[in-house]
């Protein structure tokens, strides 16, 4: 079962493997103005963005909830799950390069999308483990659309992850960040596997 506790040492356990570090999203100036440049990019509304995405920006992860506190917007699994999911486009970043992975994220809705499906992939593995269930992957994918994504990025992110779902029904978890967490779960957490 989670508790505040085990999530606070799940993410810090996912910090060190990774190199990350968390900050409260609404106390940044930063994030004041990242806001400000997707709303002038019309990639998504500044006061949406503010309160309710956690975004990662090089190997900082800006949270819009207080880290183990089970709120009803931000239950204690969907705290595991968007560690896991952020903690994934770190490793987008380190294996394309910061500069790179950055600039096509803000600049081109394509690999905005594609990186997205990648990191919901993550999603998709943690409830597969967790449920034994897959998600609404069309519903998953339309989401994008909050993102500045086009039609044609939506449908080639729910391709992608209904190739993923396939792959992960035969017993295939591929993303790092799933791994990772998965092995820390089962070693820490008795009973959230559900499946």
């Given amino acids: 079962m989670l508790t505040a506790e085990l999530v606070k040492a799940f993410w810090a356990h996912m ?9 409260q999203k609404n106390d940044s ?7 400000g440049f997707l709303e002038m990019l019309s990639i998504q509304d500044k006061e949406t963005f503010l309160k309710d995405f956690v975004t990662t920006l090089g190997r900082t992860i800006y949270i819009p909830f ?11 699994w969907n ?31 394509s690999f905005r999308a594609g990186y997205e499906a990648e990191a919901y992939g993550c999603d998709m593995e943690m409830e597969w483990w967790h449920t034994g269930q897959i998600f609404d992957i069309a519903g998953r994918a339309a989401g994008l659309k909050a993102y500045g994504c086009s039609a ?19 017993g295939g978890v591929s993303n790092l960040a799933s791994l990772e967490a998965i092995a820390w779960l089962e070693a820490n957490v008795t009973g959230l596997r559900i499946a």
Avoid: K
């Fill in 15 to 23: 910090q060190n493997e990774f190199g990350s570090s968390v900050e």
């Fill in 29 to 35: 100036a930063l994030m004041e103005a990242v806001a």
């Fill in 66 to 76: 207080e880290l183990g506190a089970d709120d009803p917007r931000w239950p204690l």
């Fill in 79 to 109: 705290q595991v799950r968007v560690c896991v999911h952020e903690h994934q486009h770190i490793v987008q970043g380190e294996r394309e390069g910061w500069a790179v992975f950055d600039s096509r994220y803000l600049t081109s809705s």
């Fill in 152 to 170: 044609e990025d939506i449908a080639q992110a729910e391709q992608a992850l209904t190739i993923r779902a396939g792959v992960l029904t035969q």
